[in-house]
C-alpha cells in the first residue's frame, strides 16, 4: 500500500534538489499572514479595520477580562494562603491572649478571602454566561469555573470548602 505522505514528501524533495522552486514569486519575503481567504469580504474589511486600530471584538476583549480575572483571583488567594500559613506558623506554641487574639484575626481574615474569592469566581461565572452570548462560534465558549476545583487545585483543604458552596452573599452591584 502506498503512503501518499511520504510519496508527496519525497516528490517535493525531489522538486527542491532540482531547484523548481528558486524562482518563486516571494522567495525570501515574510508571508503575509494577514490576510484569511475564508472570511466574506464584509468580515475581511472589518477585521482589516481593527488591526490596523489595534482594536478587537468585545467577545475577544471579554475573553481577556475573564482570563485577567480568573489570574488575579487565584494569585490574590494564593499570596493570602501564603500569608495565613506563614503567620500560623509564627503563632505555633504561643497560648498567651494576645497570640489567640491574633490567631481568631487570622482565621476570620481566612473566612473573608475564601468568601471573598467564593463572590469572585460568581462574578466571573456571570461574565462568562454574558462572553458565551457573544461568541461568534459555539466551540469557543467557556466553561463556568466549578469553585470546589478552584480551591481544590489551590490547595485548600476539603473542610474549609464545604461552607463556600451554598449561595454566595452578594456586595455591591452583583445580582444574588
Known sequence: MVNWGEWVEQKILEAMRRGEFDHLPGKGQPLRLEEN????????????????????????????????????????????????????????????????????????????????FARRIAELNEQISLYNLKVPIYWLQRFKFDLREELCALGVPEGEIKGLEGPVPSTGNFPR
Open 37 to 116: 481567504p475564508y472570511l466574506e469580504p464584509g468580515l475581511a474589511i472589518a477585521y482589516h479595520l481593527l488591526r490596523q486600530n489595534d482594536a478587537r471584538p468585545g467577545w475577544i476583549e471579554a475573553d481577556l477580562a475573564i482570563r485577567r480575572g480568573i489570574e488575579q483571583a487565584r494569585q490574590d488567594l494564593r499570596r493570602t494562603i501564603q500569608w495565613r500559613q506563614e503567620t500560623l506558623r509564627d503563632l505555633e506554641g504561643k497560648s498567651d491572649p494576645r497570640s489567640r487574639r491574633e490567631r481568631e484575626w487570622v482565621e476570620a481574615e481566612w473566612e473573608r478571602a475564601l468568601r471573598s
